[in-house]
C-alpha cells in the first residue's frame, strides 16, 4: 500500500477502521479475523512459506503520516478486541524489531508523537493484557500465544510471561511516564484550526487530511461505554489558542537511555535499536517542517493510560499498587478531576443557534472529559479494591469526593441522544466508585460523600429519577444508582442505631431522611417496584434500595404504609400460600418442587421489606396488626420449615414486629389457630408453639434459625400469655437437658453470654438470654424456680456467664422469692463473690442484688450480719471509691458506689 501514494494509503486505512467498526457492531459472535489476514508468502529461496497473517498492518504503524498511524493502530486495537485477534497479531509480530509489546511500548511512550497515535497503541495493549498471560517459563510452555519476553544479554537471563511484563514496565520507567503525562496534561479548551477550502484541485493533501479527520466527527455513538477507538482523536492534534498553551514535555530518561540499556525486547538488536531510533527521528524531523500541529498530552492519552493500569492492577495487583502509590498517579490523575468544563459545555449545547460543526466540537470536548473522568473512576475503584488501606492515605479524597458527587447534578435535560448515554455512563462509574469507597472504607469516604449529598439532595433526587426513568433503557447506570443508594442508606441505618446510642445527632442526611424528600424517594423506588416482574433483574436492587430506604427513615416508613406497601405484601403472602396449597394436590413432584421454591422467594422479598418497613415504628406495626402478618406468616409454616433461607427471613421479620411491642406479642402467641389450610396440616394451634417447636426441635447445624427462634422468644416473654404458654408446654424443662461447661473450662466472664466451645455453648448462651427476658417479670421469675434444679444451674454459671448473673440479679427483687435464694448456698456464694470480681459490671450487679435481698426482710439481715461479708463489702466500698477518683461522675461507678453504701448501713444497723 505504501507504493500507492500517501493520499490512497491515507484513505484506505480510513475506510478499513470503519469497515473493522461496522464488522464489530454487526457480527458481535462471529470471528471475522481470517478475513483479515494475508496468506502465505511465497519466495523462490524460501522453501517454507511463512503466514504474513496481519503483518501487513505493522508498517502502516511508523508511517510518516500521523493520520495514517492513527487509524492503522485504531484497526490493531479494534481487531484485537477479541481472543483471536490477539493471538493473530502476536503471530504477525514475532520478527519485527522489538516484537509486538516493544514497539507498542516505543509508540505510546514516544513523546514527540502525537496523543492520538499514543492512544491507540494503549488500546492495543490493554486488550492484549486481558489474554491469559504465563507466570514463570513452565506455564510458558503451554501457552498459544506470544507473551511479553525479556532477555539479559549479559547474564543471559530471559523472563517471560508476567516477569517479563513487570521487567518492560519497569525498564521503559512507564510509571514515571504517566506522572509527567499527567503533570502536562492540556486542560484547557480543545479548538481546531480549520482552513477554508482554497481553489485548487480537489485531491490536495491538506484538504484529504481535513475531510477524513472530519469524519470521525460525528455524535457519540450508543455503546459509549466501550473503550475503543470509536470517538474522534482528531481533537488531540490542536492549535494552541489563548494563554493555555502548555509548555512542551521534556524527553524521559527512559527514552534517552534505552539504546544502552542491556535489557532489550526479545528479536531487537543493538542494530535494530539504532535503525528504529534513525527512522523515528527522520519521522519527527518531517513532523517538526509542520507548523500547525502541536504535539502535546490531552485527556484521551490520560483515559487510555487509565484504562491500562486499570488492567495491569488486574494481573499484576501488587506490582502496580505499589507503584501507582510511590509514583503518587491517583493524585497526579485526580488533579486533573474538574467538573466546570462539562458544566461549560452542557450549557453550550442547551443554547440556541450555535453553528453545526461548533456543535459537534462541543460534543468531542464533551465526551473527552467524560470519558477521562470515567476511566479514572475505574482506575481508582480498582486500586481500593486491592487494598482498602490506599483510602484512609489519600489526602485529596475530601476534595475528589465533592467534585465527584457534584457530577452526579449535571443538567442533562435537552440533550441529543448520544450525549445523553455518554453522561448516563460517565454517572454509571460515578455512582460504582463512591459505593465501592464508602464500603471500603467507611470513616474516610462516608462523612464526605454524605456531606455532599445533603448541601444538594434536591438536584441529586432529580439525578436518581433519571437513573430509574423506564425511558432511559440502561440497566447498568439504573443498577449502579439503586446499590449507590442502598449503600449509603445502610451505612446511615447503622449511624442511626449508634445516635441512638449515644444520644447524638451526627447525621448529615437526618433531616432529608426525615422531611419529605424521603417520601418522594420512597414513592419513586414504589413507582419503579411495582412496574416490574419477580423475574426482572432489576427487581432486586430496586427492593434492597426500599429497604435500605426504609430502614433509616420514620418518613419513608409512614410514606408506604399509607401507599399501601404494607397490605400489599402480606396480601402476596396470602396470595402465595393459596398458590402453594394448589400445587401441592396437584401430580408431578419435580415441577411442583420448582415452582415450590420461585414462590418461596417471593415471600422472602415480600417479608424482608416487610422487616424494614416495621422497624422501630409503631404506626406500620399497628398497620401489620391490622392487615394479620401473624395469620399470613402461620398459613405459610409447613412450606417455611422445607427452606432455612426464607425461615430465617421469617424468623427476623417476627423479631422487628414483636420487638417491644405487646400488642404483636399477643398476636403471636394467641393468632393463627386454625387459619393453616391445606394437604399438609398446621404443626400447632398458635404460631408461638411452632416457634417453640422450632427451637426445640432444630438441628445442631442449625444455628442460625435456632439463634433467630430464641431471639423470638425472648421478644415473647414481654407478654403474660407467652410465659404462661411456656409455662404449659413444659418448654422449660429443656433448658436442664442443656449440655454445661466444664468446671474451670469456661472463660472469667462472657459478657455476650455465648462464651464455650461447641453447640452446647452456644444452645446455652441462647438459653440464657431467655431466661433473662422471662425474669423480668414476677410471673416469669415463679416459672424459673418451679424448674428443679435451675436455681443451682444458674448460680454455678453466673461467675462465668453475664446472663445467668443478671437472671439470678432480678430473681432477688420479688419478695416470695428471697427465702428461697437465702436458703441456696450457691446462690449466696455467687452473689457474695461478685464484690470481689475484677468487673465493675459483676460487681453492681451482686451489690444490688445483695442490697436487693436486705430490703425489708429481717431474715436476710440476720442471714449476711457476719464479719466475713461485712468485710467483704467494705473492702468493695473501698476499691470502688479509689477508681470513682480516677473515673469521675461515670454512672455504674456512681450506681456501685450506692449500692454498697446501702448495703454497709443496713448490715451495720
Not at 460534543?363 to 470519558?371: A, F, I, M, P
Amino acid at each position: 500500500m505504501s507504493f500507492m501514494g500517501k493520499g490512497v494509503t491515507k484513505n484506505a486505512v480510513t475506510c478499513l477502521l470503519h469497515l473493522s467498526h461496522e464488522m464489530l457492531t454487526e457480527n458481535k459472535d462471529k470471528d471475522f479475523i481470517s478475513q483479515w489476514s494475508l496468506g502465505n508468502e511465497v519466495s523462490s529461496e524460501d522453501t517454507n512459506p511463512s503466514q504474513l497473517g496481519l503483518a501487513w498492518l505493522i508498517p502502516l504503524w511508523v508511517d510518516r503520516d500521523q493520520e495514517v498511524r492513527f487509524s492503522s493502530l485504531g484497526l490493531g486495537a479494534a481487531l484485537t478486541s477479541g481472543s483471536s485477534g490477539c493471538q493473530a497479531l502476536c503471530a504477525s509480530c514475532q520478527n519485527i524489531s522489538g516484537g509486538l509489546w516493544g514497539t507498542l511500548l516505543n509508540i505510546l511512550l514516544d513523546q514527540q508523537e502525537s496523543s492520538m497515535v499514543r492512544r491507540e497503541a494503549a488500546f492495543i495493549l490493554q486488550n492484549l493484557l486481558v489474554m491469559p498471560m504465563p507466570a514463570n517459563a513452565e506455564e510458558a510452555k503451554d501457552s498459544h500465544w506470544q507473551h511479553p519476553c525479556v532477555h539479559d544479554e549479559e547474564s543471559g537471563v530471559s523472563l517471560v510471561g508476567l516477569p517479563a511484563l513487570q521487567a518492560l514496565l519497569y525498564h521503559c520507567q512507564y510509571f514515571q511516564h504517566v506522572a509527567l503525562c499527567a503533570s502536562t496534561c492540556y486542560r484547557g479548551r480543545l479548538t481546531f484550526h480549520r482552513q477554508p477550502r482554497a481553489a485548487g484541485p480537489p485531491e490536495s493533501p491538506s484538504l484529504d487530511s481535513e475531510s477524513s479527520l472530519w469524519i470521525w466527527r460525528c455524535d457519540p455513538p450508543v455503546d459509549s461505554s466501550r473503550p475503543s477507538s470509536s470517538l474522534s482523536t482528531s481533537s488531540t492534534v490542536i492549535r494552541a489558542s489563548g494563554p493555555h498553551t502548555p509548555m512542551s514535555p521534556s524527553p524521559l530518561s527512559a527514552t534517552e537511555d534505552a539504546p544502552a540499556s542491556r535489557l532489550t525486547a526479545q528479536g531487537q538488536s543493538e542494530t535494530d535499536s539504532s535503525d528504529s531510533l534513525t527512522s523515528a527521528e527522520s519521522r519527527h524531523g518531517d513532523q517538526s517542517t509542520a507548523v500547525d500541529p502541536v504535539s502535546m498530552v490531552t485527556p484521551d492519552l490520560m483515559t487510555s493510560h487509565c484504562g491500562l493500569l486499570t488492567n495491569l492492577l488486574s494481573i499484576l495487583p501488587d506490582f502496580t499498587l505499589s507503584a501507582v502509590t510511590h509514583h503518587h498517579l491517583l493524585r497526579a490523575l485526580a488533579s486533573l478531576v474538574d467538573v466546570r468544563p462539562i458544566e461549560t459545555c452542557l450549557s453550550e449545547l442547551k443554547t440556541p443557534n450555535v453553528p453545526p460543526a461548533e456543535r459537534e466540537d462541543i460534543k468531542v470536548q464533551l465526551v473527552t472529559q467524560l470519558q477521562f473522568l470515567s476511566g479514572f473512576c475505574k482506575l481508582l475503584g480498582s486500586c481500593v479494591t486491592v487494598s482498602s488501606q490506599l483510602i484512609g492515605q489519600m489526602d485529596f479524597l475530601k476534595q475528589l469526593l465533592t467534585a465527584l458527587v457534584a457530577a452526579l447534578m449535571l443538567d442533562i435535560k435537552g440533550l441529543d441522544a448520544g450525549s445523553r448515554v455518554c453522561v448516563c455512563v460517565f454517572w454509571a462509574d460515578v455512582l460504582t466508585l463512591l459505593a465501592t469507597l464508602v464500603r471500603r472504607d467507611v470513616s474516610a469516604a462516608y462523612p464526605s460523600v454524605s456531606a455532599a449529598l445533603g448541601r444538594r439532595w434536591h438536584t441529586f433526587a432529580g439525578t436518581l429519577s433519571v437513573c430509574v426513568a423506564e425511558d432511559l433503557a440502561d440497566a447498568a447506570l439504573h443498577t449502579a444508582a439503586l446499590q449507590f443508594l442502598g449503600t449509603v442508606l445502610s451505612e446511615e441505618t447503622k449511624r442511626l442505631g449508634a445516635e441512638v446510642t449515644h444520644s447524638k445527632h451526627v447525621s448529615a442526611l437526618w433531616d432529608i431522611l426525615n422531611g419529605p424528600s424521603a417520601g418522594q424517594l420512597c414513592d419513586l423506588l414504589l413507582q419503579s417496584l411495582d412496574k416490574r416482574t419477580f423475574q426482572d433483574p432489576l427487581k432486586k436492587p430496586t427492593a434492597r434500595a426500599l429497604m435500605a430506604l426504609l430502614s433509616c427513615s420514620r418518613s419513608a416508613q409512614s410514606h408506604a404504609a399509607k401507599a399501601g406497601l404494607i397490605d400489599s405484601c402480606v396480601e402476596q403472602m396470602k396470595k402465595t400460600h393459596s398458590q402453594l396449597h394448589l400445587e401441592s394436590i396437584r401430580p408431578g413432584k419435580a415441577s411442583h418442587r420448582r415452582k415450590e421454591e420461585s414462590y418461596l422467594k417471593e415471600v422472602k422479598r415480600s417479608v424482608e421489606i416487610l422487616r424494614s418497613a416495621l422497624y422501630l415504628n409503631e404506626e406500620c406495626r399497628v398497620v401489620a396488626t391490622d392487615a394479620r402478618l401473624t395469620l399470613a406468616v402461620f398459613s405459610l409454616w409447613p412450606w417455611l420449615l422445607l427452606d432455612d433461607p426464607t425461615m430465617e427471613a421469617v424468623l427476623e421479620l417476627l423479631c422487628v414486629y414483636t420487638a417491644n411491642c405487646i400488642t404483636a406479642c399477643s398476636c403471636v402467641c394467641v393468632g393463627g389457630s386454625g387459619s393453616a389450610a391445606g394437604g399438609k396440616g398446621a404443626p400447632g394451634s398458635s404460631l408461638m408453639l411452632c416457634v417453640t417447636k422450632l427451637a426445640s426441635g432444630v438441628a445442631a447445624d442449625n444455628t442460625p434459625v435456632q439463634k433467630l427462634s430464641f431471639c423470638l422468644l425472648a421478644n415473647l416473654a414481654m407478654s403474660r400469655d407467652c410465659r404462661g404458654l411456656l409455662q404449659k408446654n413444659n418448654f422449660l424443662q429443656a433448658f436442664l437437658s442443656v449440655p454445661m461447661p466444664k468446671a474451670g473450662g469456661g472463660k472469667a466472664w462472657s459478657a455476650a453470654g455465648t462464651g464455650g466451645s461447641g453447640s452446647g455453648g452456644g444452645l446455652l448462651g441462647l438459653w440464657l438470654r431467655l431466661l433473662v427476658s422471662l425474669s423480668s417479670a414476677e410471673d416469669g421469675q415463679q416459672s424459673i424456680l418451679r424448674l428443679s434444679g435451675a436455681l443451682e444451674v444458674i448460680s454455678e454459671l453466673a461467675p462465668q456467664r453475664r446472663h445467668a448473673l443478671l437472671t439470678l440479679h432480678n430473681l432477688c427483687f420479688c419478695p416470695n422469692n428471697k427465702p428461697h435464694l437465702l436458703a441456696n448456698d450457691k446462690a449466696m456464694k455467687a452473689l457474695l463473690g461478685c464484690l470481689t470480681r475484677r468487673e465493675m459490671e459483676a460487681r453492681s450487679m451482686g451489690a444490688s442484688a445483695l442490697w436487693a435481698l436486705l430490703h425489708n426482710n429481717q431474715r436476710a439481715k440476720t442471714t449476711l450480719k457476719c464479719p466475713s461479708v461485712r468485710l467483704r463489702v467494705e473492702e468493695a466500698r473501698t476499691i470502688s471509691k479509689k477508681e470513682a477518683e480516677k473515673k469521675k461522675k461515670e454512672p455504674l461507678n456512681e450506681y456501685l458506689l450506692k449500692c454498697l453504701e446501702s448495703l454497709s448501713q443496713l448490715l451495720n444497723n
